[in-house]
């Protein structure tokens, strides 16, 4: 074959192909390479230039020039590919390690190399660059809607066909559960990545995803792409149910009509897409409670409590409503906590007041211990909104003035009250206390006749306390073996103890 013959090729695959002319010639330069290798046993290395212009081409043998090694026990490691540096020098005085000598050798004819040879390597070449072609094209496409035909599936995974026969792929994990697939069938996807990969599919699309919601919406609903409205967020149950978040950016514009269309032609579109999955549409708002609140529809909701550490919310819904809130095996507030962001627990709204009215008791009853105040007044404290003692010791003075029924006498004794238990705390933190109540639980206040008896600490009387001991009165009534299992005391400090708790009934006992 003459060497114009080797032009004549590369014009016939570059046009077939619609690839470079430089690919092509590149892939015949490697197959010549390889036949002249071959011819030569295997083991030298060669290297072969096509003239782009005219086709003819020269080979040369190469040869690495490397320094003698002497644990081989020999010059060097290939002798058939490698020079030594002073043997190079001899033609080549500028020779150094890591240069390559070339020597001209007798070129394979292109009509002689062996078919099967030639074909492989040019084949491999044109499918590399078809395939980096590919990946030029659709790499910049990552998250965008394609839309191809169905053209192989296997074990639930289908190949589909898109313009200029690019093959794309579609997990098995990436389908809209249980829907019916035909080859022939058209379909639309989202465009998940692109990788290049020496074997098999190079994009991969998925069916699944939030995402393709999004672009499906954006391509039924010129406002979105205009930007009229916004797309906020997505969630879905693939092949269920649906939620999507938006948000009017021109007041006079309605977005959920916007996005229903004309006797809710918009959403039956894109409900057609994905195999009948049903599409809610809500408004999105700032306020996260109210998101969550426009999320959890169509359930109504009668209250919310907000953890902000926790970053989770509790819905209290009517009974009627609660297996709606909840929906067909959870998915209904599943899907609003994938939408908002939160964790979200749907309780019974009856069930949420006595947890309420429980913990407000628990809070009365926490101010009665800790302040040593009546009942109507740790009540006030509670419903106007106090929570703790830090609250009161230290929220201005105003604040609690505000309150109905409460001066200025009242005021200063809560806040001296509430700083004294905080004291008290600090001090039993410092003296490493372990007190048998469960972490939310406060710290029981001992009274300040007991914290101040002769014989008696701040460590021993705050242990006490958490025991239940916490006036002269309930020492009184102690026994010395039951003060034998506190820090420090032995019989002798418990009997003293207890004859200084009950030394004001002899005084009473005297005097009558």
């Given at each position: 074959m003459a060497n114009k013959e080797i032009l004549l090729v590369v014009d016939v695959f570059a046009?077939?192909?619609?690839?470079?002319?430089?690919?092509?010639?590149?892939?015949?330069?490697?197959?010549?390479?390889?036949?002249?290798?071959?011819?030569?046993?295997?083991?030298?290395?060669?290297?072969?230039?096509?003239?782009?212009?005219?086709?003819?081409?020269?080979?040369?043998?190469?040869?690495?020039?490397?320094?003698?090694d002497s644990t081989l026990g020999r010059d060097v490691e290939f002798p058939m590919s490698q020079i030594l540096l002073e043997v190079?020098?001899?033609?080549?005085?500028?020779?150094?390690?890591?240069?390559?000598?070339?020597?001209?050798?007798?070129?394979?004819?292109?009509?002689?190399?062996?078919?099967?040879?030639?074909?492989?390597?040019?084949?491999?070449?044109?499918?590399?660059?078809?395939?980096?072609?590919?990946?030029?094209?659709?790499?910049?496409?990552?998250?965008?809607?394609?839309?191809?035909?169905?053209?192989?599936?296997?074990?639930?995974?289908?190949?589909?066909?898109?313009?200029?026969?690019?093959?794309?792929?579609?997990?098995?994990?990436?389908?809209?559960?249980r829907e019916a697939?035909?080859?022939?069938?058209?379909?639309?996807?989202?465009?998940?990545?692109v990788r290049s990969e020496p074997r098999g599919p190079q994009l991969f699309v998925s069916?699944?995803?939030?995402?393709?919601?999004?672009?499906?919406?954006?391509?039924?609903?010129?406002?979105i792409a205009e930007g009229t409205i916004s797309i906020m967020a997505a969630a879905r149950d693939p092949g269920s149910r649906a939620k999507l978040a938006v948000k009017s950016n021109d007041p006079r514009l309605d977005a959920i009509g916007t996005c229903v269309g004309m006797r809710g032609s918009r959403v039956q579109s894109?409900?057609?897409?994905?195999?009948?999955?049903?599409?809610?549409?809500i408004i999105w708002n700032?306020?996260?409670?109210?998101?969550?609140?426009?999320?959890?529809?169509?359930?109504?909701?009668?209250?919310?409590?907000?953890?902000?550490d926790k970053h989770s919310m509790d819905l209290a819904v009517a009974s009627i409503n609660l297996s709606q809130a909840i929906g067909r095996g959870g998915q209904n507030v599943r899907l609003a906590s994938q939408l908002t962001g939160w964790e979200l627990n749907v309780i019974d709204a009856s069930k949420a007041e006595e947890n309420s009215e429980a913990e407000a008791n628990k809070l009365i009853q926490m101010f009665v211990d800790l302040l040593d105040i009546d009942d109507e007044i740790a009540v006030i404290l509670v419903e106007v909104g106090f929570n703790t003692i830090e609250e009161i010791a230290y929220v201005p003075s105003n604040e609690l003035l505000e309150i109905d029924g409460f001066d200025e006498e009242i005021v200063e004794e809560l806040r001296k009250r509430a700083k004294d238990a905080l004291l008290i705390r600090a001090i039993a933190a410092e003296e490493?206390?372990?007190?048998?109540?469960?972490?939310?639980?406060?710290?029981?206040?001992?009274?300040?006749a007991l914290l101040t008896m002769e014989g008696m600490d701040a460590t021993l009387a705050?242990?006490?306390?958490?025991?239940?001991?916490?006036?002269?009165?309930?020492?009184?009534?102690?026994?010395?073996?039951?003060?034998?299992?506190?820090?420090?005391?032995?019989?002798?400090?418990?009997?003293?103890?207890?004859?200084?708790?009950?030394?004001?009934?002899?005084?009473e006992s005297t005097t009558e």
């Open positions: 046009n077939e192909k619609e690839i470079e002319k430089e690919i092509v010639f590149q892939a015949i330069e490697a197959a010549l390479e390889a036949a002249t290798i071959k011819r030569s046993g295997g083991y030298i290395k060669a290297q072969v230039a096509i003239d782009r212009k005219n086709g003819d081409y020269l080979t040369h043998r190469c040869w690495d020039v490397v320094a003698p190079a020098q001899f033609d080549d005085p500028d020779a150094k390690i890591g240069d390559v000598i070339y020597e001209e050798i007798e070129s394979v004819d292109f009509g002689r190399i062996a078919a099967q040879t030639a074909k492989q390597v040019i084949i491999q070449k044109i499918r590399d660059a078809e395939r980096n072609k590919i990946v030029d094209a659709y790499k910049s496409r990552i998250g965008e809607l394609v839309t191809g035909t169905v053209k192989r599936i296997d074990k639930g995974s289908v190949y589909l066909e898109l313009s200029g026969h690019v093959e794309a792929y579609i997990a098995k994990e990436d389908m809209i559960p697939m035909r080859l022939g069938d058209r379909i639309r996807g989202y465009l998940k990545d069916r699944n995803a939030p995402e393709l919601l999004i672009a499906l919406f954006r391509l039924e609903v010129p406002e894109v409900t057609n897409e994905l195999a009948g999955e049903r599409v809610d549409i700032p306020s996260d409670a109210q998101f969550v609140i426009n999320a959890m529809s169509p359930a109504e909701i009668q209250s919310i409590v907000v953890d902000e490493s206390i372990e007190v048998s109540v469960k972490p939310s639980e406060s710290l029981v206040v001992p009274n300040e705050q242990e006490l306390a958490n025991n239940g001991i916490v006036t002269l009165d309930d020492l009184a009534e102690q026994a010395v073996d039951d003060l034998l299992k506190f820090t420090g005391v032995d019989e002798d400090r418990a009997a003293k103890l207890i004859m200084k708790a009950r030394a004001p009934w002899f005084v």
